[in-house]
Nanobody
């Protein structure tokens, strides 16, 4: 059984930094794309950043230049370094990964979410 475990959320002042981590565990043959999404109260879930197994990244315009996504394939872990945080970054952040438990099939997996609150 495959699971995604997140950590690193919390309360931070505007202009501060946080680092989120997400580790995939269980029966894993291969992990393709990994990424982070977020959902603020009353809003739809939106893409924050993604990274392919080869390290190609993509970011939402609202976080470009402030957030950095990276991954450690040996540890099945994806990170999100968030700098210059703004109150509008406040949301529940969800880890996503497309994981193949076997060579024959794969699907999307989601973490349980970690809360990021930016407030003075």
């Amino acid at each position: 059984q495959v699971q995604l475990g997140e950590s690193g959320g919390g309360l931070v002042q505007p202009g501060g930094s946080l680092r989120l981590s997400c580790t995939a565990s269980g029966n894993i043959f291969r992990i393709n794309a990994m990424g982070w999404y977020r959902q603020a109260p009353g809003k739809q879930r939106e893409l924050v950043a993604t990274i392919t197994s080869g390290g190609i990244t993509d970011y939402a315009d609202s976080v470009k230049g402030r957030f950095t996504i990276s991954r450690d394939n040996a540890k099945n872990t994806v990170y999100l370094q968030m700098n210059s945080l703004k109150p509008e970054d406040t949301a529940a952040y969800y880890c996503h990964a497309y994981i193949m438990p076997t060579i024959f099939w794969g699907r999307d997996y989601w973490g349980q979410g970690t809360q990021v609150t930016v407030s003075s």
